[in-house]
């Protein structure tokens, strides 16, 4: 594998990564705001998205291409999220109490208090799962009302887990109504679980959760694309 970093390469950055993997050489890159040349067949297939990381900005396929005066290399910005292992399909609850109030949990995992959530199990419906994950993490039974909206930027959307592990989550976020049960404080997920005044949430709430619940608040009739 052949990688170094130049300085002075191109007037517009003060280096440049040249490797021969894309998953490696130019992802590694990219990610600390370096451009990069990938060094590979010309006919190499970008990934789909433009904003993927693992696309080089320029390639050429062999060493003395890098000596062609005709090679423009755009400056590169470090992106504001870790790039993800896998995307996984999320689950959010939006549930009010009578008083209009919104339950908040506890997480167990960070000791941050957010929206009920989770992901989607093999074989699950969006709906089946946040009705499982709403009863595992708080003993409360729900139905599905309305779709409040569907996340996906990466820059709120990605997490770093305690194992090394970087997910972006897709999640599907829904108003539920309480249809029976009985609110359990604590459980293997959770530390705390509570009802909270919209206008007087905790300060260590997960920070993309607020926007969720503003959305809620907006009683749209349409989902949010976010």
């Not at 829904?174 to 029976?180: D, Q």
Request: net charge negative.
């Amino acid at each position: 594998m052949f990688k170094e970093a130049l300085r002075d390469f191109h007037p517009s950055s003060q280096a440049v990564m040249i490797g021969d993997t894309p998953y490696t050489d130019i992802l590694g890159a990219h990610q600390v705001g370096i451009p990069a040349i990938l060094i590979a067949d010309i006919d190499f297939t970008p990934y789909p998205s433009a904003k993927d990381l693992r696309n080089p900005d320029v390639i050429v396929p062999h060493l003395k291409g890098l000596f062609d005066d005709n090679i423009n290399i755009k400056p590169s910005v470090s992106p504001s999220f870790s790039w993800p292992d896998n995307i996984k399909a999320g689950v959010a609850a939006i549930i009010f109490d009578k008083k209009q109030r919104v339950l908040l949990i506890k997480r167990l995992d960070n000791g941050l208090w957010g929206i009920p959530s989770g992901h989607v199990e093999p074989g699950e419906t969006v709906e089946e799962a946040i009705i499982r994950e709403i009863w595992e993490e708080t003993g409360l039974k729900v139905k599905v009302n309305k779709l409040i909206g569907i996340y996906s930027e990466p820059s709120s959307q990605v997490f770093s887990y305690p194992n090394g592990k970087i997910s972006q989550f897709i999640t599907s976020c829904f108003e539920c109504e309480v249809v029976g049960g009985t609110l359990i404080k604590t459980s293997n997920e959770t530390l705390d679980a509570n009802y909270f005044d919209c206008n007087d949430l905790p300060s260590n709430l997960l920070p993309m959760h607020p926007m969720w619940l503003q959305d809620a608040l907006a009683k749209e009739v349409k989902p949010f694309i976010r």
